[in-house]
């Protein structure tokens, strides 16, 4: 098999979908179920339709494109990615995975491979959290890792639910159909920008992630007692944005003590009332996210945390409460697809160090009904959700051309 990707015409398709987007270029903003989503959709589906692909969408978006195997009751190998994007994000982020993943189906066509088993590109639903909260919705409900009727209490920030969005975007059917049934899956290949500096730093082509960490995510409201600036004495403050300020340091110790490089936690959001210059902060709303690829330790730092909350909460006279928003179970890549991948680098003489992906992605999700793993490629100065996002060309292909190989030994 002499395999070949499509350099003009992948980048000609990353640049054509990057313009489909709500925000100025080089920005990308696609909200889940936006005009601007469901329009790149339908331009993905021309795509797909074109490759030959038979495609049918679930209940919530989820778009399958599948090239018929020989054998239609034998598992189906999979590979695909999300296309929905932060506001003012990139170009690459999951478009490599699903654009790169139709390129390696039309180059293993072009080169007259048959397979055996189904490949099926996977268009993931609402991969990130913008619209409704929570990341990963379309993965999540195909694992059975959230019900229908926790999809159906998600609302965004107009008070619209899942269901009401969905159906406006003309989807229909049932969210208890979305569930894949048990074996579907042979195995699951996520192509992905690496969205971390390290593949870049030591220049190495190409990394396979062997681990997937997962996040536990909360909001945290402390309730203090307002009051004129210069008025309140400071022995009398109950100022929740000191004690704000003092748990998120101890979220930032809780993490650099855990014990692992692996651990990670942030407070992304801040949001201070009433606001205002001359006004002592009585109520702040912290965004809480820790992550890590082993649960116990991460569970550890969560508990930490929760020690700190009190401790704080004493000292200071505020009340704080924490709601847990999800609490995500980490993954191991499977041996046996990593080994494929491994296989197809050696193959084509290219250099691949083992990783650990520390953002988490639909792969997650997936590796509760299937085996997976995923294919990393460099970005630039390891930036992502940002308009200087970027991955070269050289790079994509590459990507593409591993992934092809490795769909190729699955699927044989």
Same mark, same amino acid.
């Given at each position: ?24 270029? @080089? ?5 889940? &179920? ?29 778009? &399958? ?5 020989? !054998? ?19 170009? =690459? ?18 080169? +007259? &491979? ?26 999540? $409900? ?16 107009? +008070?619209?639910?899942? !269901?009401?969005?969905?159906?406006? #975007? ?59 600036? +210069?008025?309140?004495?400071? @022995? ?37 009332? @009433? ?24 569970? #550890?730092?969560? !508990? ?47 250099? &691949? ?29 390891? =930036? ?6 970027? #991955? ?17 030994? $699955?699927?044989?």
């Amino acid at each position: 098999m002499t395999l070949a990707i499509d350099s003009e015409r992948l980048q000609s398709e990353i640049e054509a979908l990057a313009s489909i987007s709500d925000a100025e270029p @080089p920005a990308v903003t696609r909200i889940v &179920f936006t005009p601007t989503d469901l329009q790149a959709r339908a331009w993905l589906k021309e795509r797909f339709e074109a490759a030959g692909l038979a495609v049918r969408q679930d209940a919530i978006g989820n778009t &399958f494109a599948r090239w018929n195997g020989s !054998d239609p009751k034998a598992p189906v190998v999979g590979t695909g990615s999300h296309i929905d994007a932060i506001p003012n994000a990139g170009k =690459y982020d999951g478009v490599v995975g699903v654009l790169g993943g139709l390129e390696a189906i039309r180059a293993l066509q072009r080169d +007259g &491979f048959r397979p055996k088993n189904s490949i099926e590109l996977l268009l993931l639903t609402s991969e990130e959290p913008t619209r409704f909260g929570i990341g990963c919705i379309g993965s999540r $409900l195909l694992s059975g890792s959230l019900s229908p009727d926790s999809a159906r209490k998600l609302k965004d920030a107009d +008070g619209k639910s899942v !269901d009401e969005v969905r159906l406006q #975007a003309g989807l229909r059917g049932e969210l208890e159909e979305v569930k894949l049934p048990p074996g579907y899956y042979k195995a699951f290949v996520e192509l992905h920008i690496e969205q971390g500096p390290i593949l870049e730093r030591e220049k190495i082509p190409l990394g396979i992630v062997t681990k997937i960490a997962a996040p536990a995510s909360a909001r945290i409201s402390i309730e203090g007692a307002g009051g004129h600036a +210069g008025g309140v004495l400071m @022995p009398d403050r109950r100022d929740a944005l000191c004690a704000a300020s003092e748990l998120i340091l101890a979220v930032e110790n809780a993490a650099r003590t855990s014990g692992s490089i692996d651990t990670v936690a942030t407070v992304g959001i801040c949001d201070v009332f @009433p606001g205002a210059v001359n006004s002592i902060p009585s109520r702040v709303r912290l965004s809480l996210d820790v992550r890590d690829t082993d649960l116990a330790r991460r569970d #550890a730092v969560m !508990d930490g945390i929760e020690r700190a909350s009190q401790e704080i909460s004493d000292k200071r006279h505020v009340s704080v409460q924490t709601e847990m928003l999800n609490a995500d179970v980490p993954a191991d890549c499977d041996p046996g697809i990593v080994q494929a991948l491994s296989r197809s680098c050696e193959k084509h003489r290219l250099s &691949f160090r083992p990783m650990i992906s520390r953002a988490y992605h639909d792969s997650l999700f997936i590796s509760r009904v299937a085996p997976v793993a995923m294919l990393f490629i460099p970005c630039r100065n390891g =930036y992502s959700h940002r308009p200087d996002e970027y #991955a070269s060309p050289e790079d994509i292909v590459r990507g593409a051309l591993v992934l092809a190989e490795t769909l190729a030994s $699955l699927s044989a």
